[in-house]
Every structure is written in structure tokens, then in C-alpha cells.
């Protein structure tokens, strides 16, 4: 009803295409690095096709944008009973949380022991009140990049709003002032410099999950491709 009239403000711009984004399309139609192999026994941290990397590549869509703190501001909207809009400040009276993750990046490359402090998903949802209906959840960032996950994910107790990584604030290459970390899910569900978060009733597909990536994106079952 008003959600549906007011229309969707999830979207907007269509990022350009790059030479990276053109070669990642082309992986995901050939199938790249998926190994068939069943995901690997619990005990092992390491996903199947994934090899271990100790620096911290940057990826993205080649537009890093410049959102100091000041001019930040997160947009949390859509079925829920009360939207917010917090700028760094507002966001800083959350209560913090420290996280220690794993990343794995659906290039093929994992990073251990990634310490995130920033504000945990389950507080801020719990302060806008998912209404019944919300199914969804859909990310928007100040590159233009989007991306989606399901409630449920984005909701796992160690996903976070995160502000700083390794205690130091967190970079702009790496989505800084403030980015969304989903360790359980390959890192492109986790969109740097976030600018809105929109709860749904609907899925729709992101950037990359309407270029051939999977729509949910669980390393342990190698959910690279759609
Ligand atoms: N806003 C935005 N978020 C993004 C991306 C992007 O292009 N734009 N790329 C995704 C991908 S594909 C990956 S692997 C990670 C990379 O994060 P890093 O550069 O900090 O390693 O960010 C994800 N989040
Ligand atoms: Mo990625």
C-alpha cells in the first residue's frame, strides 16, 4: 500500500560497467572456481575452492566515494514500524559490539581473524520493528552498488554495521566510514559505504546477483553462481 506507492528508493543509479565487472560476469557464466567438491567437514575453516590470503585485497566497482563521517547518513526504511535516519553520531549511541570473522570472497581468496566493531544487525532492527510481512532485506551504498539477503541472514548474530576493523577506523577502500559485514555469506552481500537498508516483503536482486551470482551465497555449500 504506501510502501508499494512510494515506490522503492532501493536501486537508483546503475553503477558503470568495468573491465573487472565485465571478467566477474564471465566467471559466473563459466562457472569459475567452483570445484564440485562437497563443502568441507565443519572442522575446517577453510571453504571448498577457497585458498587463504594473509593481506587484504580491495574489490569493488572502481568508484571509491568520498563520505566522511559528516555527510554520512544510513536510511533504514520499508516494513518496518519506524524508520530512522542516522547520521555517524546517531549511530554511535547504539550499543557497540566486536565481532571476529572470517572473509571469503567469491574470487577465491579467505581472510581469517578479521576483528569488526560497529553496531550489531539485531540492534538496529530491533530499534525499527521489522513489521510481520518482512521477508528481506536490500542494501544500497553510496557507489551505486546493491546487493540482497533474506532477514534471516542479515540478522545472524555476528553481522554488523561496522565502523572500524583491526581498531582502527574503518578505510575508505575497504567501505569506509561505514560498511555491512555478513561473515556466513560470500563478501559481495556485505556492501561498503552503506547508505540504506530497505526491509521487504519481496527479494529482488542486487548488482551481482542479476549478473549471475548466487542469490544467497553460502561458501560452505560453494553458492558462487546462480
Ligand atoms: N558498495 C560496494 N560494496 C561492495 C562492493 C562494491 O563494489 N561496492 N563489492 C563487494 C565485493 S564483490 C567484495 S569481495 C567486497 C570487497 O570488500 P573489500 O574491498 O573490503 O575487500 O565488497 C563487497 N561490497
Ligand atoms: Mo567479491
Redesign the pocket.
Known amino acids: 500500500m504506501a510502501e508499494a506507492e512510494a515506490g522503492s528508493k532501493w536501486g537508483g543509479a546503475v553503477?558503470p560497467e568495468t573491465k573487472l565487472t565485465a571478467t566477474?560476469q564471465r566467471w559466473a557464466e563459466e562457472g569459475r572456481f567452483l570445484t564440485g567438491r562437497a563443502a568441507a567437514p565443519a572442522t575446517d575453516r577453510l571453504p571448498p575452492g577457497q585458498h587463504l590470503v594473509k593481506d587484504?585485497?580491495?574489490?569493488?566497482?572502481g568508484q571509491q566515494p568520498d563520505i566522511g563521517r559528516d555527510r554520512w547518513q544510513l536510511d533504514v526504511f520499508g516494513a518496518v514500524e519506524m524508520p530512522l535516519v542516522l547520521t555517524f553520531e546517531a549511530l554511535k549511541r547504539f550499543p557497540s559490539t566486536s565481532e571476529t570473522s572470517d572473509?571469503h570472497?567469491?574470487?577465491s581468496w579467505s581472510r581469517f581473524d578479521n576483528r569488526w566493531d560497529g553496531v550489531s544487525t539485531r540492534d538496529l532492527l530491533a530499534a525499527v520493528e521489522p513489521r510481520p510481512e518482512a521477508r528481506f532485506v536490500l542494501l544500497s551504498?553510496?557507489?551505486?552498488?546493491t546487493?540482497n539477503v533474506t532477514l534471516e541472514d542479515f540478522a545472524a548474530p555476528d553481522a554488523l554495521i561496522a565502523t572500524s576493523w583491526d581498531g582502527k577506523p574503518l578505510t575508505r577502500?575497504?567501505?569506509g566510514p561505514v560498511?555491512?559485514v555478513i561473515p556466513k555469506l560470500?563478501?559481495?552481500?556485505?556492501?561498503?559505504?552503506?547508505k540504506s537498508i530497505e526491509v521487504v516483503s519481496v527479494d529482488k536482486p542486487g548488482?551481482?546477483e542479476v549478473r549471475g551470482y548466487h542469490n544467497h551465497a553460502d561458501p560452505w555449500a560453494e553458492e558462487r553462481y546462480s
Open positions: 553503477p566477474k587484504w585485497p580491495v574489490l569493488d566497482l572473509i570472497c567469491v574470487t551504498s553510496y557507489d551505486g552498488y546487493t577502500s575497504h567501505g560498511r555491512l560470500y563478501f559481495w552481500k556485505s556492501a561498503k559505504w552503506l548488482f551481482w
